[in-house]
């Protein structure tokens, strides 16, 4: 058996692993973004490593719940259920657009009437995602919450993500957009819109950004070569070629109680306490 091609690090014994990415985007986009990365850590781990990604969210915790993923890309909302039902570990997280945090917003026309949270009393809002969207879904929700408004002060509505959130509310089929803080930054939202006509009417603190976690059965020590791969691709020309193509400008260290802000949220909106 060939050596690991991390330094000072032990053989792997393991035959394969597999490595799921959550539905963010569509199921052939994210391969073709994410299996440059799977080749990567398979060659660094020289250990086969198979990507999966599903169509929908249901699909997708399904494979969650029957922890058929080694390693996990997941959203935060997802992350902390599967960390309490399940026992997954965070060991990354992304930063995106130079971004190492992210937060929930809500979104209106620049020429809108809407100047406040209150004034969408009785207004359309749609939001990126479903229910389980963690920044477009629940942290807006919290804000509206935060504001006064209740379930049933204002009508909901759904788009594919948050992108198409705020491309609808652009052409006014919606009063509001729930997405995160930085969608008008992301070029294909540049593309279908003038952005300058959009503005983000509330934003909530800055949370820890999109997780990727380990199974519990993992031991400490694969979990640490998986971690130190991912965080090193910064550092050489071919890893920054990986991580363009996956749309993260690097990958950073973090521990599970930084996702106890999204537990007080989730809590709040939903009524599910995920605090260990």
């Known amino acids: 058996m060939a050596k690991s091609t991390l330094a000072n690090e032990p053989l792997i014994q393991k035959d394969s692993l597999k490595l799921g990415i959550f539905p963010r985007r569509r199921a052939e986009t994210t391969k073709k973004m994410f299996l440059p990365l799977a080749q990567s850590l ?20 399904e494979k969650v719940s029957n922890q058929e993923y080694d390693i996990v890309h997941f959203n935060q909302y997802h992350y902390v259920k599967s960390h309490a039902n399940f026992g ?56 509206l919450r935060q504001a006064g408004l209740n379930k049933g002060d204002y009508f909901e509505q759904f788009a594919l993500n948050p992108p198409k959130a705020c491309i609808a509310t652009y052409y006014r089929q919606a009063a509001a957009a729930g997405a995160g803080n930085y969608v008008l930054d992301l070029p294909n939202v ?58 993260i400008t690097k990958f950073l260290p973090v521990i599970d109680r930084d996702y106890n802000t ?15």
């Open 190 to 247: 540049k593309k279908q819109i003038d952005t300058k006509k959009m503005k983000y009417l509330a934003v909530s603190k800055p949370m820890a950004h999109l997780p990727w976690a380990v199974k519990q059965s993992m031991s400490d020590e694969r979990a640490q070569q998986i971690k130190q791969a991912m965080i090193k691709l910064v550092e050489s020309k071919k890893g920054k070629v990986i991580l363009q193509s996956a749309h």
């Open 262 to 276: 999204h537990r007080e949220i989730i809590k709040n909106v939903l009524e599910e306490d995920f605090f260990p």
């Open 88 to 143: 997954y570990r965070v060991i990354v997280q992304n930063v995106e657009l130079g971004y190492s945090k992210i937060a929930g917003a809500l979104l209106v026309r620049r020429d809108s009437e809407i100047k406040s949270l209150q004034d969408l009393k009785g207004k359309k809002i749609v939001f990126g995602g479903g229910r389980g969207a963690m920044q477009a879904y629940i942290t807006a929700t919290y804000l």
């Open 42 to 61: 398979s060659e660094q781990l020289n250990t086969p490593i198979t990507l999966e990604t599903t169509h929908d969210f249901a699909s997708f915790w």
